[in-house]
């Protein structure tokens, strides 16, 4: 049977199990991981997950390094004194957050007017008129004008956009961010006319002239 990438790493957690002198009964305590899966897994036969990697080297007291990571930071601390840490939230974007709740959001920071598709048959108890769903049955284009954004009163919750809209009337709807299909921002006309410089004055005459006038 080849060699998978991971069984050097399950040989080491193995021998610092033995080195510590525990059995799997007192390190499933110690691990809250059930024995016979632990056994499996530390034998490979089923997949170390990383929620068990993380249990098992907090049990073992394993630094970064003694993990082969010894190029991380804090690679000589402790793996529950990193995990326990407070991690200070890096600027800009999340790659791994809510993508849809993200974008939306910069847009009305920004102030810019915003163009939504979204997936219409997610819409349905919405709060938008049925009217409106069923002409537009596959996806359902909105525009919404920076100007109104007071109006609009959005709320960012995890799941969906709250906001007042308008189509016959006024109405509360819930836009689920699994729904959106594209985010464009508009921006104002003003941005997109090239601004021509200002044409130069005459040049003043250097001495008193005569004008002729009729």
Not at 35 to 48: P, S, V, W
Not at 83 to 107: C, K, M, T, W, Y
Not at 180 to 185: A, E, H, K, L, Q
Not at 186 to 200: N, Y
């Amino acid at each position: 049977m080849a060699s998978r990438p991971s069984d050097p790493l399950l040989a080491f957690l193995r021998d610092a199990i033995r080195k510590k002198g525990l059995n799997t009964a007192e390190l499933a305590v110690r691990t809250g991981l059930d024995r016979a899966r632990l056994k499996h897994r530390l034998a490979g036969n089923e997949d170390l997950t990383v929620d068990d990697l993380i249990a098992l080297s907090k049990a073992l007291e394993l630094t970064p390094a003694e993990l082969g990571l010894a190029g991380v930071d804090g690679a000589d601390t402790p793996i529950d004194t990193l995990i326990e840490a407070p991690v200070a939230p890096l600027p800009g974007p999340d790659p791994f957050g809510n993508l849809s709740r993200q974008v939306v959001e910069h847009g009305f920071a920004l102030g810019v007017d915003l163009f939504f598709v979204l997936d219409t048959p997610q819409l349905a108890g919405s709060g938008i008129p049925r009217q409106v769903l069923e002409e537009q049955r596959e996806q359902l284009r909105l525009r919404m004008d920076a100007r109104w954004f007071p109006q609009n009163k959005a709320r960012f919750l995890d799941e969906a956009l709250v906001c007042m809209l308008s189509f016959d009337s006024l109405y509360e709807c819930t836009l689920p961010w699994s729904a959106f299909r594209s985010v464009t921002f508009l921006l104002p006309a003003e941005a997109h006319i090239p601004q021509s410089p200002e044409p130069p004055a005459p040049p003043r005459p250097a001495a008193p002239f005569l004008r002729i006038v009729k």
